[in-house]
């Protein structure tokens, strides 16, 4: 927010205004031992001192505008075209909060059911709801909607190569529920079911890129009479076969990607589709299109599964605001590129990722361990790959993500990202600079 400053005549005016003496007469009521008596904080500063202190502190960070980026692993470096930020900061749209009153949030409940639809031909289901705080939350919830829906089972199967932080959040989130999770390594396919398996989850595609049909997956479990959630990357989906067409009951994806920054991990947006037989037990809500009384089009919100529309014993999830913003920018995207647009961007991610792995399979040392990838593939290294990682950042270039981060026991493990940010320069400099930090 912009900074407002008051000075001290405009605080005697709004002292006076109220009936107040002073700043300290305006808190009496507060006892004087409850009281804070001293704040340790520097003098105040002028607006060009704390702006000139900001840049400072900003320019300490690694930034995507001045490295040759390629990291990923679940947060990833995409164009943005300056026409979704336009939009979406516009005042209607930033100061527009839940739509509770549908004859005077139109534009709201249209965004909403917009994004709605071009999520779910996107993500190949009947219905996706808006929205959950970002990509792990969307997958944790799922998970408890597929127990809720297979009463009598509850075992879970992750897989082994699900992103880290997302199993934490899914952990954390069944703390109080009778749910047993248990892993299994490889192609889900070949995962153990039982008789007590609620459902299986499926990355499309795994933490270290590698892509797993669904198809059979889901048929799988569909005869053990369990469910398959499907954990996808948004992007991936424009140019491989959806989940949805694949049988999958479930998708959730991390919509970061389809036109929201890095933002320093956060706020993102968390996508969350199902079968109509599913959709009375999905969290958050569905905006719809109707007809008023006169023939004219207009929009309401026709499911509100929150605790905050109907009894809370009878919500699905205590759920509450979704990130109205962040889906809004994902709408404009995917309304300004269309589904060719996103197919190029898709394309383009795809192609430059595969030349960046011809080239590094090629140096000696370094091999490229993921067979069937989208955008991001594990190259294991001859050395340490933090070390390399740190030598190349002293050339202005992030090589990926040391997987020795969220697995000690794998320290000679890279993870890379290639996007459609990634010139055709960039990847060669990568290559080579990966060469020379190997001898």
């Given at each position: 927010?912009?900074?407002?400053p008051?000075?001290?005549?405009?605080?005697?005016?709004?002292?006076?205004?109220?009936?107040?003496?002073s700043?300290?007469?305006?808190?009496?009521?507060?006892?004087a031992h409850?009281?804070?008596?001293?704040?340790?904080?520097?003098?105040?500063?002028?607006?060009?001192?704390a702006?000139?202190a900001?840049?400072?502190?900003?320019?300490?960070?690694?930034?995507?505008?001045?490295?040759d980026?390629?990291v990923?692993?679940?947060?990833?470096?995409?164009y943005?075209?300056?026409?979704?930020?336009?939009?979406?900061?516009?005042?209607?749209?930033?100061?527009?909060?839940?739509?509770?009153?549908?004859?005077?949030?139109?534009?709201?409940?249209?965004?909403?059911?917009?994004?709605?639809?071009?999520?779910?031909?996107?993500?190949?289901?009947?219905?996706?709801?808006?929205?959950?705080y970002?990509?792990?939350?969307?997958?944790?919830?799922?998970?408890?909607?597929?127990?809720?829906?297979?009463?009598?089972?509850?075992?879970?199967?992750?897989?082994?190569?699900?992103?880290?932080?997302?199993?934490?959040?899914?952990?954390?989130?069944?703390?109080?529920?009778?749910?047993?999770?248990a892993?299994?390594?490889?192609?889900p396919?070949?995962?153990s079911?039982?008789?007590?398996?609620?459902?299986?989850?499926?990355?499309?595609?795994?933490?270290?890129?590698?892509?797993?049909p669904?198809?059979?997956?889901?048929?799988?479990?569909?005869?053990?009479?369990?469910?398959?959630?499907?954990?996808?990357?948004p992007?991936?989906?424009?140019?491989?076969?959806?989940?949805?067409?694949?049988?999958?009951?479930?998708?959730?994806?991390?919509?970061?990607?389809?036109?929201?920054p890095?933002?320093?991990?956060?706020?993102?947006?968390?996508?969350?589709?199902t079968?109509e037989?599913?959709?009375?037990?999905?969290?958050?809500?569905?905006?719809?299109?109707?007809?008023?009384?006169e023939?004219?089009?207009?929009?309401?919100?026709?499911?509100?599964?929150?605790?905050?529309?109907?009894r809370?014993?009878?919500?699905?999830?205590?759920?509450?605001?979704?990130?109205?913003?962040?889906?809004?920018?994902?709408c404009?995207?995917?309304?300004?590129l269309?589904?060719?647009?996103?197919?190029?961007?898709?394309?383009?991610?795809?192609?430059?990722?595969?030349?960046?792995?011809?080239?590094?399979?090629?140096?000696?040392?370094?091999?490229?361990?993921?067979?069937?990838?989208?955008?991001?593939?594990?190259?294991?290294?001859?050395?340490?790959?933090?070390?390399?990682?740190?030598?190349?950042?002293?050339?202005?270039?992030?090589?990926?993500?040391p997987?020795?981060?969220?697995?000690?026991?794998?320290?000679?493990?890279?993870?890379?990202?290639v996007?459609?940010?990634?010139?055709r320069?960039?990847?060669?400099?990568?290559?080579?600079a990966?060469?020379?930090?190997?001898k």
């Open positions: 927010m912009p900074f407002i008051n000075t001290d005549a405009e605080r005697t005016e709004m002292l006076n205004t109220i009936g107040v003496e700043v300290e007469e305006l808190f009496s009521d507060i006892p409850l009281r804070i008596q001293k704040l340790d904080l520097p003098d105040g500063v002028s607006e060009m001192e702006l000139a900001l840049d400072a502190l900003a320019e300490r960070n690694a930034q995507t505008t001045k490295m980026w390629f990923g692993a679940g947060a990833y470096n995409s943005i075209p300056s026409l979704v930020p336009a939009l979406a900061s516009r005042g209607e749209f930033l100061t527009a909060y839940t739509p509770y009153q549908p004859e005077v949030s139109q534009g709201t409940l249209q965004a909403i059911f917009e994004y709605q639809s071009m999520a779910a031909k996107l993500l190949g289901m009947p219905v996706v709801n808006a929205s959950h970002d990509g792990a939350t969307a997958l944790a919830e799922a998970v408890l909607m597929a127990w809720k829906a297979k009463e009598g089972r509850n075992r879970i199967l992750l897989p082994a190569d699900l992103h880290p932080e997302y199993a934490k959040v899914i952990a954390t989130y069944l703390t109080s529920f009778d749910i047993e999770l892993r299994y390594d490889g192609d396919e070949r995962a079911l039982d008789e007590r398996t609620a459902a299986v989850v499926v990355a499309y595609p795994g933490f270290s890129g590698e892509v797993y669904v198809e059979k997956a889901a048929a799988r479990a569909h005869a053990a009479g369990a469910l398959c959630i499907v954990q996808a990357d992007v991936m989906c424009a140019i491989f076969k959806s989940p949805g067409e694949q049988g999958a009951d479930i998708v959730t994806a991390e919509g970061q990607s389809l036109g929201n890095l933002n320093f991990g956060g706020p993102y947006l968390g996508m969350l589709g079968t037989a599913l959709l009375r037990r999905m969290p958050g809500r569905i905006a719809g299109e109707t007809k008023d009384k023939g004219r089009r207009g929009f309401v919100l026709t499911l509100s599964t929150r605790e905050q529309h109907i809370r014993e009878k919500a699905v999830s205590n759920i509450c605001s979704n990130q109205g913003l962040s889906m809004l920018q994902t404009i995207y995917l309304a300004a269309g589904k060719q647009g996103l197919r190029h961007v898709a394309k383009q991610s795809y192609d430059k990722a595969h030349y960046a792995a011809e080239l590094i399979g090629r140096i000696p040392g370094f091999r490229v361990a993921t067979k069937q990838f989208f955008r991001e593939f594990l190259v294991q290294t001859p050395k340490p790959a933090a070390d390399i990682a740190r030598a190349l950042a002293k050339k202005g270039i992030v090589p990926g993500l997987v020795s981060r969220y697995f000690p026991d794998k320290p000679n493990e890279l993870l890379v990202c996007t459609e940010m990634n010139s320069p960039q990847i060669e400099r990568l290559a080579i990966l060469k020379e930090a190997s």
